[in-house]
């Protein structure tokens, strides 16, 4: 009695793709966050480094690397 009684039946659902629902995200770190990873580094490994308050005070804001990359 498959077919026969069609009122209770649920209607189907249609899959969308995967790619349809959202689009990808990027994978990684900003290229904001790289750079300042890389000054820190950087700082980091520098025969005599300054203190983690000096480094806090003196830190590259996103504006300026935005500034730089327009820049270059």
């Known amino acids: 009695m498959r077919g026969a009684d069609t ?3 649920q209607p189907r659902r249609v899959k ?3 790619a349809a629902r959202h ?3 990027p994978q990684g770190p ?3 966050h790289k750079i300042k990873a890389i000054r820190r580094w950087c ?3 520098t ?3 300054e203190s983690c308050a000096w480094l806090a005070t003196h830190a590259i804001t996103d ?3 935005e ?3 327009e820049q270059a």
């Open 7 to 9: 009122a209770h039946q």
């Open 16 to 18: 969308e793709p995967p």
């Open 23 to 25: 689009a990808p995200q």
């Open 30 to 32: 900003s290229t904001l």
């Open 43 to 45: 700082h980091m490994h």
């Open 47 to 49: 025969p005599a480094p």
């Open 63 to 65: 504006e300026q690397i």
């Open 67 to 69: 500034r730089l990359n």
